[in-house]
Nanobody, 127 residues
Framework: LRFSCRRGGGLVQPGGSLRLSCTVSGFTLEDRAIGWFRQVPGKEREGVSCISPRDRSTYYADPVKDRFTISRDNAKNTVYLQMNSLKPEDTAVYYC????????????????????WGEGTLVTVSS
């Protein structure tokens, strides 16, 4: 199992956009739970957005609703996080993750975490 997270992170001004991407090898992503999480130093990790393989439902944390979009390209085994209207409070290290368990809801994965994690990428929103 291997993650290859492209460095879609970086510095962006408030109101700007970024797209994070993460390619996974070693298994097929299509039938697995996938998600994006973020963490600010000194704070607990937060589930940003997750997709459940059980019903294909999608969960978004309240702070990012209507601004962030999770998606995946099964042919490329890649998961994306499109982030629009970025705010300074979105500044964090972002991680993609996947889970082999398939029976939980999308909110469950985002609240309790997943079992395989990619490397983090820093997103800084600042003027």
């Amino acid at each position: 199992l291997r993650f290859s997270c492209r460095r879609g992170g970086g510095l962006v001004q408030p109101g700007g956009s970024l797209r994070l991407s993460c390619t996974v090898s070693g298994f097929t992503l299509e039938d697995r739970a996938i998600g994006w999480f973020r963490q600010v130093p000194g704070k607990e990790r937060e589930g940003v957005s997750c997709i459940s393989p059980r019903d294909r439902s999608t969960y978004y944390a309240d702070p990012v609703k209507d601004r962030f979009t999770i998606s995946r390209d099964n042919a490329k085994n890649t998961v994306y996080l499109q982030m629009n209207s970025l705010k300074p409070e979105d500044t964090a290290v972002y991680y993609c993750a996947t889970d082999s368990r398939i029976y939980y809801s999308s909110s469950y994965y985002c609240i309790y975490g997943m079992d395989y994690w990619g490397e983090g990428t820093l997103v800084t929103v600042s003027s």
